[in-house]
């Protein structure tokens, strides 16, 4: 057991000198570590009428994102990607945002969150593994163990949102 | 009971050929730093373990009106033992101790003669108040290590429309932690004052296959403090200084699986408690007095979309109560043996066939059997009392969860209750209207009423000793009715104000009446409370959370003739709770501050002071899978003295605790 042994060799060292052992391994990061990953990645790839900044990134519903996940991929992209994650608990303050990731919890409810962003210039972000639902624009899938994902073209332009095309590239486009 | 998600969880393998190094520095903050570093190209190429759909989790929050939410994170920076460490930082709640449980106040009105009866106390909705004495433990003795509790959900208010007896005041749902949060297994200790020991292994994993499961033990000692008890002082021990007998051994032991649309949970607890004595008329010192609660509960699920838009939910459940007192009273040693089982089935139906209504339809049966209750009086031996009872209870329960505008929500909800054991049966609707009035202002307003059965022991326990109680079997259950308009407030991004006015009448209340120097439970007549909660939080990106709470509390016996000291005396009528947790230094040091503040509260006998109580905590997380806390509680030795007795009751002051938790 190796957490037996780092607790003996932290007792050794006294706590605050620990910072310097070695786990070995450690937990890996999470599914939804690495979809924050991507939310935060499409700001980079996506142009927004009055080019906003930073770009607010909004997570409606049941939230899977750790905080300390966000606020360390922030620091990572500072100086690439200017971008606040908010969190919003009602539907009507989702036309501030520039990215709306609408979380599982909201499946049932989608219809309505969408109905309300109708032709705004918002990015809508879903991960639902069976499919793009009707007036998202992106969906997280996994695909031979990797996480893809698709895009809905004519929702986009519908926004008025402009995608570079490299980001088009390494999408599965949906017509 | 409504809303049931999907979350396809996974763990993810960083497959980075070539991008980075092979890798020695595996610290949380670094792993994501690497994802954070990459670019979208880079992270399509981050492989992924297995993914299924798992569980679905119940939202409590959908059918209520106040409800607040603790999770893990909380129960591990502010350092919580048990859920009374939770309660206590919750708008509304005040946590009593007599040296026996812990007892719960809620909206002014203590607990302690009921046993936390007027709250339904569920770990993952199954209902754990047991078929005794209906209680619902905050203590060690809820058969469940608080560390296995991926989030508390406290709802105040009536929950009578749904979950029926005992929806009293309060409804806490406790939602444990699933097999995949475990990755494998789990160590933790702790040790703390008066020789306090606790130890716990867990293991958990999620197969490729899609089974999930968990099982837990948990082992708890300690010797407890001497304690003065005012009330025991002789000339020969000035002060009442009790010589231990305030000592405890727990057991608790949990096990859940999840397969497809089956799941399967069951846990048992056992929890001693030496009764230092002094109080309330038992003998101070050795031989001692001593309690014995063990609960065991098993549950059965099976859930099922029937169609996109019905959802279908069996369950089969069973449960076990075993109570073991052992009282001195004037050497006089009476023993008192209590059993219970029961059994049941709920059946449950969600439908979103109808454009803009949420249907919920549910029954629920339980039956309870051979609920025994046996007493004597020793020497020489006399048995006072020895009867069995089998009684059963059935609910109906629909609700309609409505939206009539876009901005307006209705919801309707009524359970109809049957139980054996008394004459009457229970109506309890509930009305609820939520009104989004602009983007960050929402109202809700909600009628409901609730109810509480007389207890089997109130009904049929009899003991002519010291001191006497004799049982009254016509008891009715007591009522409540309650109106509360909230008002939420986004404000200024991350800042949520929640705002609560409720008025409450409670009517025919199950309460104590002494005559002739025989107790017994008798229908009191009516009470009414009113106050409002006030509830302000704010969660920063890096995870700091401050949540602060304050309640201004009114209570009133309308029928003071019938005085029930334990119950509508001791109000507090202030009560303040601020809780800060954020991380120190780096992501690896945790920070966690509470502190709650009571008024004094005045009863017949006396008046208690009121309190400061603050609790500090840090988290040390020197590597991924090792946690080192240590927390002192009552840090100002403030909270010395409970109401109850005649002197009040002695409380442990100022503890600490050292814990660690290593995952392998």
């Known amino acids: 057991m190796t957490c037996v042994s780092m607790l003996k060799k932290i007792a050794a060292l006294g706590l605050l000198l620990a910072l310097t052992v070695n786990a070995g391994f450690a937990d890996s990061v999470t599914e939804y570590d690495l979809k924050a990953a991507y939310l935060l990645n499409f700001a980079g790839y996506v142009e927004w009428p009055g080019s906003p900044k930073p770009v607010t990134i909004c997570v409606y519903g049941d939230n899977p994102f750790k905080a300390a996940t966000i606020s360390t991929l922030l620091a990572a992209k500072t100086g690439q990607i200017d971008a606040a994650f908010k969190y919003p608990l009602h539907s009507t303050q989702l036309t501030d945002c520039n990215i709306v990731y609408l979380a599982q919890s909201e499946q049932d409810r989608f219809d309505k969150a969408i109905a309300l962003l109708r032709n705004a210039p918002v990015l809508i972000i879903t991960d639902i593994q069976d499919g793009l639902p009707e007036g998202a624009m992106i969906n997280l899938i996994t695909e031979s163990n990797r996480l893809r994902f698709e895009i809905n073209i004519s929702t986009v332009l519908a926004a008025k949102l402009k995608i570079s095309s490299k980001l088009l590239k390494l999408a599965k486009i949906v017509p | ?664």
């Open chain 2, 1 to 664: 009971m409504t809303g049931f998600i999907h979350h396809p969880k996974t763990r993810l393998r960083l497959a980075l050929t070539g991008l980075l190094l092979a890798a020695s520095i595996k610290v949380f903050a670094t792993e994501v730093n690497e994802i954070g570093r990459m670019d979208l190209e880079q992270l399509m190429s981050v492989e992924l373990e297995t993914v299924t759909a798992s569980k679905y989790s119940q939202k409590l929050s959908e059918t209520a009106s106040s409800v607040t939410v603790i999770g893990k994170d909380q129960i591990q920076q502010f350092g919580y033992r048990t859920l009374s460490d939770v309660l206590r930082t919750v708008p509304g709640f005040f946590i009593t101790n007599n040296r026996a449980y812990d007892n719960a106040g809620v909206r002014g009105f203590d607990q302690s003669a009921a046993y936390n009866g007027r709250m339904l106390v569920m770990i993952d909705g199954i209902r754990m108040n047991e078929a005794i004495y209906d209680s619902g433990f905050t203590d060690n003795a809820l058969p469940i290590d608080i560390d296995l509790i991926e989030r508390v959900e406290v709802l105040r208010g009536p929950g009578s429309s749904l979950y029926g007896n005992n929806a009293f005041f309060a409804v806490i749902n406790l939602i444990t932690k699933q097999g995949k949060d475990y990755h494998g297994g789990e160590l933790a200790g702790a040790w703390g004052s008066f020789d306090t020991y606790k130890g716990r292994a867990s293991y958990g994993r999620k197969l490729d296959n899609g089974l999930d499961f968990m099982a837990s033990a948990t082992g708890f000692n300690s010797e407890g403090p001497s304690l003065r008890v005012p009330e025991a002082a002789t000339p020969d021990n000035p002060f009442g200084e009790s010589s231990g007998a305030n000592n405890e051994h727990d057991k608790q032991f949990f096990a859940k699986a999840n397969w497809g649309d089956f799941s399967f949970e069951g846990g048992y607890g056992r929890r001693f408690k030496g009764i230092p004595g002094g109080i309330f008329g038992v003998d101070f010192g050795t031989p001692a007095s001593s309690l014995q609660d063990s609960e065991a509960f098993v549950n059965l699920q099976y859930q099922k979309a029937l169609s996109p838009k019905l959802d279908f939910t069996a369950r089969a459940f069973y449960g076990d109560f075993d109570f073991k007192g052992q009282y001195r009273y004037g050497g006089l040693l009476i023993s008192n043996f209590t059993h219970a089982w029961w059994s049941g089935l709920e059946m449950r139906l969600l439908s979103s066939h109808f454009d803009g209504h949420k249907l919920l339809a549910g029954v629920e049966v339980q039956e309870n059997w051979q609920l025994q209750q046996y007493a004597d009086i020793a020497p020489p031996t006399s048995v006072a009392q020895d009867d069995s009872n089998d009684t059963h209870r059935i609910g109906i329960f629909l609700q309609d969860d409505m939206d009539l505008t876009e901005r307006l929500k209705l919801s309707l909800g009524a359970r109809f209750d049957d139980t054996s054991l008394s004459s009457q049966s229970m109506f309890s609707p509930r009305v609820g209207l939520v009104y989004q009035m602009l983007a960050d202002t929402v109202f809700k307003l909600q009628y409901g009423k609730a109810f509480r059965s007389p207890t089997i022991a109130q009904q049929f326990y009899t003991v002519y000793g010291v001191p006497s109680q004799i049982a009254n079997n016509g008891l009715q259950s007591e009522q409540i009715d309650t109106v509360s308009l909230a008002w939420e407030q986004a404000f200024a991004g991350n800042w949520h104000f929640t705002a609560t006015g409720y008025y409450l009448k409670l009517n025919k209340r199950l309460g104590v009446e002494e005559t002739d120097g025989f107790q017994h439970t008798v229908n009191l007549g009516g009470d009414i409370g009113y106050g409002g909660e006030f509830e302000l939080q704010r969660r920063w990106d890096n995870g700091a959370l401050l949540r602060s709470g304050y309640s201004l509390v009114f209570a009133k016996d309308l029928d003071p003739v019938h005085m029930d000291p334990d119950v509508l005396s001791n109000v507090p009528r202030h009560l303040y709770q601020l809780n800060f947790m954020t991380p120190l230094f780096s992501p690896k040091w945790r920070g966690g501050f509470d502190m709650q503040v009571l008024a004094s509260r005045t009863s017949l006998q006396r008046k208690t002071p009121g309190y400061t109580r603050v609790g500090l905590n840090l988290l040390y997380q020197p590597v991924t899978n090792l946690d080192l806390s240590a927390g002192v509680y009552d840090l100002l030795d403030d909270n010395r003295l409970e109401p109850g007795g005649g002197s009040g009751i002695p409380q442990e002051g100022r503890t600490f605790r050292l814990k660690f938790a290593c995952r392998f």
